[in-house]
């Protein structure tokens, strides 16, 4: 082995193992969420973290069970059963795969930064919120209450102690993830102690054996289809926005660049096998991702080392896992949590546009009473009607009169369809002379709704007698206006070389 790549391969192998560590109390804990066994969901998170170490691509993401899917999962496992959600996380990675073969993937990198934000600091709003459920206790009746007295103060400073632990540990030594030694430290007190506080094992017993090749039992029908369709459709979606989104998070982060189609190829060919092998599905886990990265591990092998860990502890290792204390689990996710919310953004007041900030807020708050992906989908469209409305008032015109008494409106902006009533109350063909020169040198023509704006604005100058001409149009622009075609003044030296969006083009 080359002893010089020994530290970056320890560095990996050990932010594995607390990625490990981390994914075992949020498994069992979506599973419960999803209404099915925890192991369906240990499962999950071993192999659609393996495969996608093995075949995606962004080294360093940590792929496993999610809560994003569980909460859709529920209804398909409480109306059909659990075969039905084998099979439908089956079609699931099938469309994944679909959507990277076509290359679709790097649409991806059209959410704007604001989005990016608000889905970060949403997520971070999320993890901190999914860590209070572990302060309840259950009641004789079957109700629960929140931990009060001894019991929450214990679990208080061990959350603290962990803390502490990961925060001030990196100042001393670097030998070891610091989560990893914060887990170990604190599990260690508890064990060697004797304190009583709340465990893993009690979460669940996460004992089993190798999982096993099982196609899903359903009919082969389309009645079948018809059933699991709609619920793969959304599970593949909401799976690829997480993980493209975390993608371009931890590319930022590392100063690397993914792979956004390989990952969707990868993330489907991993549900495909999970769906078989009795796996509730999966996508990419942001918090285990920034562990992994914060732990300075950016390659496939922390992926596949967690995987493995995962494995060894369902098989061998349980009774162990099982005595670590949820608070050190709990700690650590808080910390995550800090991490990932993007403080910065609470000093852009004034310094950034107002719509900017409120896309922010808008998608942190939607990931956090709703789901991601709606989060996405609505900062996306809010961004696009921002951009539209704002470049929809750039369009202005310079008024001049030639020496022979033409009119001239010299235009500058874009004419699409948002300023399209900008551009026709730009003229005033009543009071305008008999010749009237619109001149686009400085304006481009982006749609089938400028074009018939200017058909349009052309109709009313003839209506009223008055002569029309148009400069500086592309040829597009000739080939596809109507009544105003004949009023283009052409220039092939002058005239510019542009396309718009017009499905009349071929």
């Not at 971070?124 to 001894?150: C, E, P, R």
């Not at 619109?438 to 003839?462: G, P, Q, W």
Request: one cysteine or more; hydrophobic letters at 55%.
């Amino acid at each position: 082995m080359d002893t010089k790549n020994f530290p970056e391969l320890k560095t990996n192998i050990l932010s594995g193992l607390t990625v490990a560590l981390a994914l075992v109390p949020e498994a069992i804990a979506f599973a419960f969420v999803a209404h099915v066994h925890p192991l369906v969901g240990l499962y999950a998170a071993f192999m659609v973290g393996l495969v996608t170490s093995l075949i995606g691509g962004r080294p360093g993401m940590i792929s496993g069970a999610a809560g994003s899917l569980a909460v859709v999962m529920v209804a398909l496992v409480v109306q059909h059963g659990v075969e039905y959600l084998f099979a439908a996380v089956v079609l699931m990675g099938v469309l994944q795969i679909a959507f990277g073969l076509l290359k679709f993937g790097k649409f991806i990198r059209m959410v704007p930064h604001p989005v990016m934000l608000g889905f970060v600091n949403g997520l971070a709003i999320v993890i901190f919120l999914a860590q209070l459920a572990h302060f309840k206790v259950a009641n004789a009746d079957g109700s629960t209450s929140w931990m009060q007295g001894t019991a929450l103060y214990v679990m208080l400073g061990l959350i603290v102690l962990t803390m502490a632990i990961i925060y001030v540990l990196p100042y001393l030594t670097k030998a070891i993830p610091s989560t990893l030694a914060a887990i170990v430290a604190v599990s260690a007190l508890v064990i060697f102690f004797g304190i009583d506080t709340k465990t893993v094992g009690q979460l669940a017993s996460i004992k089993g054996d190798l999982p096993a090749f099982h196609l899903p039992d359903v009919p082969l029908n389309w009645e079948t289809v018809r059933i699991v369709l709609p619920y793969s459709l959304i599970l593949a979606g909401i799976g690829l926005i997480e993980s493209l989104l975390t993608l371009n998070l931890i590319d930022d982060m590392s100063g690397t660049r993914g792979k956004p189609n390989r990952t969707c190829v990868g993330q489907g060919v991993a549900n495909v096998l999970t769906g078989c092998f009795g796996g509730m599905g999966g996508c990419a886990m942001i918090g285990q991702s920034m562990i992994n990265v914060t732990n300075g591990a950016v390659k496939n092998i922390s992926g596949i080392a967690a995987s493995l860990f995962l494995l060894s502890f369902i098989l061998f290792a349980s009774h162990w896992i099982e005595m670590i204390p949820l608070a050190a689990l709990i700690g650590l996710m808080f910390v995550v949590s800090e991490k990932t919310f993007a403080w910065g953004s609470l000093r852009l007041f004034g310094k950034v546009p107002t719509a900017d900030l409120l896309v922010v807020f808008a998608v942190a708050a939607i990931t956090v009473f709703t789901d991601l992906a709606i989060a996405v989908v609505a900062g996306v469209i809010i961004s696009a009607l921002v951009f539209a409305w704002q470049h929809a008032k750039q369009m202005t015109a310079q008024v001049s009169v030639e020496a022979h008494g033409w009119k001239v409106y010299e235009l500058s902006g874009s004419l699409f369809f948002a300023s399209t009533q900008n551009f026709l109350a730009l003229f005033t063909p009543h009071d305008d002379p008999a010749e009237v020169v619109i001149d686009f040198k400085h304006a481009r023509v982006k749609d089938h709704s400028a074009l018939e704006a200017i058909d349009l604005l052309a109709e009313r100058y003839t209506q009223l007698g008055k002569t029309l001409h148009l400069r500086h149009l592309s040829p597009d622009c000739l080939e596809l206006l109507d009544k105003a075609r004949g009023m283009i003044e052409v220039n092939v030296l002058e005239d510019p070389l542009y396309h718009p969006a017009d499905n009349r083009l071929g």
